[in-house]
């Protein structure tokens, strides 16, 4: 496939993650399984077409989602990795988050979403 023609099916493809991402946090609720999965999936769309700070905006919300669940909310010392972290502060092509991240906080989706980037 041409890169013009891939860029537009991971255009499509974030249309359609985003949409069911509008679905999933309406009708589900934004603690859903499926609403991080979704998040994770548009993120990665995102890092294909080099969107790299959309994609950070989304993989941060769901390792916060994620971080909150397990610790409860942010504040002070109680902060997600990602705000701890001496790495990178944007994602970029090839940027492996797993590295960083605790195993108990990485769920099936986001693993397979950080290692195809």
Known sequence: MSEPMRLRAFALWS???Q???EIYELKLGPDDSNVAKTKNN???CYLKQGKYKEAEILYKQVLTRAH???FGACDGDNKPIWQVSKGPTSLRPNYNLIEILPSRHVMG???D???NI
Do not use: F, I, P
Request: hydrophobic residues 40%; without cysteine.
């Open 15 to 17: 249309k359609y993650y």
């Open 19 to 21: 949409r069911a991402l």
């Open 42 to 44: 548009l993120a990665s």
């Open 68 to 70: 909150e669940r397990e």
């Open 109 to 111: 989706s986001l693993s």
């Open 113 to 115: 979403v950080v290692q």
